[in-house]
């Protein structure tokens, strides 16, 4: 079934989509849900007990801060990306899904390592200690499922186009590798990508060593990013970062207790 502007429009008792903020549409066998592609202003939306198999038709609700989505058809844990560029999201409930696996703690711990900036989830509150557990021990995931990809492989035929040696005098350019990581988390924000002029000179990754000059790229994509945040998106990378912190600093404390002991 798919989700109609009459049927939005009749369950949120509004007079346009543009004004519509909270829909319950529990329980109405929905498997197409693209109409919220033209509700932008949506902040609380519950749709358990449907048939939705992917989340993409959310990311450009900017607004939303609460979703309800127990019972439905997401198999993957990488449509979770979709959900990164939203940077209101408080509250996600996600329970009885096939991608919740056999292993909860794994689930969850995946979950809120692609989301830190949730509040609850599955109507538990996210603890400090539990998001920075989060980020040591869920599970990695770089990219929304294949299966819903806007590639079509095109990305790959295209490839198979590129002269090998230009292949590697690209992956092993500074620049592009800023500009890469630096875009992908732009776009993950809904935000436009930055153009090749934007960026900074960079020394080579083979002049410091590769490890090393990979983590200074990261970190120069990661400032060129803060600057175009706003408050609220700022409050999710301090978040963020200060788990991150603690996480570390107990790690080096254990460090320096291991190595007295041993000598």
């Known amino acids: 079934m798919k989700l109609t502007p009459k049927l939005v429009l009749a369950k949120a008792k509004a007079s346009d989509l543009d004004s519509v ?12 849900i693209s109409i919220f592609a033209d509700i932008p202003n949506i902040e609380v939306l519950t749709l358990s007990a449907n048939k939705i198999d992917t989340l993409k038709n959310f990311s450009q609700c900017r607004r939303l801060s609460e979703l309800y989505l127990r019972k ?22 996600l329970s009885e899904n096939p991608c919740c696996g056999e292993d909860p703690q794994k689930y969850r711990l995946t979950v809120l390592r692609i989301l830190p900036g949730l509040h609850k989830l599955d109507n538990q509150v996210v603890t400090e200690e539990e998001l920075a557990k989060a980020l040591e021990e869920g599970e990695e995931i770089s990219a929304p499922p294949a299966s819903h ?10 490839q198979e186009l590129i002269p090998a040696d230009h292949v590697a ?13 630096t875009n992908k988390i732009r776009e993950q924000l809904g935000m436009k990508p930055l153009s090749r002029d934007k960026f900074p000179s960079l020394s080579s990754p083979r002049e410091t060593g590769s490890s090393l000059g990979k983590k200074s790229h990261a970190l120069d994509a990661v400032l060129l990013l803060l600057k175009d945040l706003n408050s609220e998106e700022l409050q999710i990378v301090q978040k963020t970062t200060e788990s991150r912190l603690r996480v570390l600093q107990r790690q080096d404390t254990s460090s320096e207790k291991t190595s007295f ?3």
């Open 21 to 32: 903020k909270k829909l319950n549409c529990w329980g109405c066998n929905l498997t197409d």
């Open 72 to 93: 439905n058809l997401i198999e993957n844990l990488a449509e979770l990306h979709y959900l990164t560029s939203l940077p209101c999201l408080r509250v996600l409930w």
């Open 149 to 158: 990809s806007n590639t079509n492989g095109v990305a790959e035929a295209h």
């Open 169 to 181: 005098d690209t992956e092993s350019d500074p620049l592009n590798y800023s500009m890469e990581e």
């Open 261 to 263: 002991i041993q000598h």
